[in-house]
């Protein structure tokens, strides 16, 4: 055997020269080539609809009743989904889900890719859409109905029943169906309840409630209207008058020279608006998702939403031409089923959405909309608790206010509650709070009294081209939306602020007005509702017609800002500032209640001005003593 050889030197390879390190290169290679191809994967699926991430607010601390309640998350703008195909290799339809309002498909890798059905007004659930509603419900009526405690009524088209009795409340069907409300020893029946008098109080039955007015707050008192009819506040002739005018009941004050976009003749030549376009209404759009940013809306449901408000306000004479502004997301899922604690909370804050700027107004689309217990398609907030020109609502409101829509809503719920934002009462409307003023004639309050305005203007909905409306309770419609009523009336249908959501169709011209009217009244408002552009002195008259110079409280003292006017008119009893009207201001009388009373000048018309003790300013001293 010969002898081995020595061995010759070996080129230098992959595994030639750090043996252990190349060996461990080899054995590795295969699983850092999958883990390199799933990551490229997860980044590509992070792109596709289901991977929109919303950053997450921190948890909210745990609720305290004494405290205030806390302010919603900053607004996130819209931003739309990326659409991809399903991933290589993963199966197209594995499986649905719910994404934006309308089901997705979902592939074998969990990536939601294509949409499966679109839901429309149907809410969404386990990924597939509710079943489409029903034609009027079924049987049900109209507004829905009471059966016992039971409030069973229709949510654009999906029946619902819920048993008021189960949290200690009982069934009240309202103007705009059953409700749950709590249970009262004033709880009354309308039919065994007619309006009366107890004093200067007017104590009316509405909604199952019993009501009491003080009618001192209205300078007026409580009695029967000449005419016949239930009691009332009547004021015998307003308090506030022109010096030199003859006319028992006011007169109008003199038309200005320009012509302004706000419903009204201000040059007195018989022409309304006729000075030009008026400028757009933008709408701020809200959508509820939850903490990941999923909701029930996506961009063409809000695109879908703005063209139908806009086809309903587009009109040839007095038409509002409505902008779409922005679009913004609030992730807060508790939100999702708004209820009337989440819509204060929400009408204090939706000036934070665009704090300058002007006139806006915030939409919220959200799942589903409460009041009292029971599912609303919609509701809004009207300004400054008026509608149909009259004040309606007695408490404080809000400068700005909002709109909330649930996802189920009639095609016209949107146009219909922006009609309420912008003043416009329900065609079947009632008002047991109206006051009726009366020309006293000549004698005192004598049988020839007669009232200072159209019936159509303190009746139903105020608006005068509008039938009388006795409301969906009283009427049925066939199946060409003529309406029959109990009472033999005529309503109309298609107006859109009826109760008759399958035959709207449009405004009236009278209320177009009205809308343009309340739009420039809003924009005033708009401009002073932080307050720090607004100062104002006491019957200077600075404020925006519909405001009141009021005294806040500042870092540096008293300030005098311009604030939203009360219900409580000039003469009338009061409790604070913050009642009152007209600017005036709440003054104590050591001989009786205190009173609304104007500040003046000798140039202001209408009252005799004088300076009183303990008062800083001059007032008008017929408020002070008017009966």
């Known amino acids: 055997m010969p002898a081995p050889s020595s061995p010759s030197p070996r080129r230098r390879g992959p595994g030639s020269v750090a043996g252990p390190f190349a060996r461990l290169v080899a054995w590795l290679w295969r699983p850092l080539l999958i883990l390199l191809v799933a990551g490229a994967l997860g980044w590509w699926m992070w792109g596709l609809p289901t991977r929109e991430r919303v950053r997450r607010e921190p948890s909210p601390p745990p609720p305290d009743a004494s405290a205030t309640p806390p302010a919603p998350p900053a607004p996130r703008r819209w931003r739309p989904r990326q659409i991809q195909p399903p991933a290589p290799g993963c199966a197209p339809e594995a499986d649905r889900r719910c994404l934006e309002g309308d089901a997705w498909w979902v592939d074998g890798c969990g990536a939601v890719h294509a949409k499966a059905e679109e839901c429309d007004a149907r809410l969404c659930r386990a990924g597939e859409c509710d079943p489409p509603p029903l034609p009027g419900c079924g049987d049900l009526p109209l507004l829905g109905r009471c059966d016992g405690d039971v409030a069973r009524g229709c949510e654009a088209g999906h029946p619902f029943e819920i048993d008021c009795a189960a949290w200690g409340r009982r069934c009240v069907l309202t ?52 005419g016949g009819g239930d009691a009332a506040c009547l004021r015998w002739q307003p308090p506030v008058q022109d010096e030199g005018c003859d006319e028992a009941c006011g007169c109008p004050p003199p038309a200005d020279d320009e012509e302004i976009c706000d419903g009204l003749d201000n040059d007195g030549d018989g022409w309304v608006d006729e000075s030009g376009t008026c400028p757009p209404v933008d709408l701020v759009f809200i959508v509820v998702t939850d903490e990941r940013g999923e909701g029930s809306y996506a961009r063409e449901d809000i695109d879908r939403e703005l063209a139908t408000m806009q086809q309903w306000f587009s009109r040839d004479d007095y038409g509002i031409e409505l902008r779409l502004a922005d679009v913004v997301r609030w992730a807060r899922s508790e939100w999702l089923e708004l209820d009337g604690d989440d819509l204060r909370l929400l009408v204090r804050n939706t000036t934070a959405i665009r704090p300058q700027g002007e006139l806006y107004v915030p939409i919220v689309l959200t799942d589903r909309v409460l009041v009292d217990g029971v599912p609303r398609p919609g509701l809004s907030t009207v300004p400054n608790g008026m509608c149909g020109g009259q004040r309606r609502v007695a408490g404080p409101q809000p400068t700005l206010g909002l709109v909330a829509l649930a996802k189920r809503r009639w095609e016209s719920t949107g146009a219909h509650e922006l009609g309420h934002f912008f003043g416009l009462c329900h065609t079947h409307a009632d008002h047991p709070q109206q006051v009726i003023p009366l020309d006293p004639g000549d004698s005192d309050r004598a049988e020839d009294d007669r009232a200072c305005v159209e019936p159509c203007t303190i009746d139903g909905d105020g608006i005068c081209d509008t039938p009388v409306d006795p409301g969906p309770a009283e009427c049925t419609l066939d199946e060409e939306c003529n309406a029959r009523c109990s009472d033999g009336s005529e309503p109309d249908p298609g107006n859109l602020m009826g109760y008759y959501p399958e035959c709207r169709v449009g405004f009236s011209e009278q209320q177009m007005l009205l809308m343009r009217r309340v739009i420039a009244l809003r924009r005033g408002w708009h401009r002073c509702r932080l307050g720090d552009d607004c100062p104002c002195e006491l019957g200077g008259g600075d404020c925006p017609e519909g405001m009141g110079c009021r005294r806040f409280t500042g870092d540096d003292g008293p300030i005098l800002q311009c604030a939203l006017e009360g219900p409580v008119v000039p003469g009338g009893v009061c409790s604070g500032s913050i009642d009152c009207a007209a600017d005036s201001q709440c003054i104590g009388r050591p001989d009786g209640e205190p009173r609304c009373v104007r500040p003046c000048t000798d140039q202001t018309s209408g009252c005799r001005c004088a300076e009183v003790g303990g008062v800083t300013h001059p007032i008008c001293i017929d408020d002070l003593h008017y009966d």
Do not use: N, Y
Not at 178 to 198: F, V
């Open 175 to 226: 103007e705009e169906g059953p409700s749950c409300r709590d249970r009262s020893p004033d709880a009354c029946d309308p039919l065994a309840e007619p309006p009366r008098c107890e004093g200067a109080e007017l104590v009316t039955c509405f909604e199952g409630e019993r009501l009491r007015v003080d009618c001192r707050a209205h300078a007026a008192l409580c009695g029967r209207p000449p």
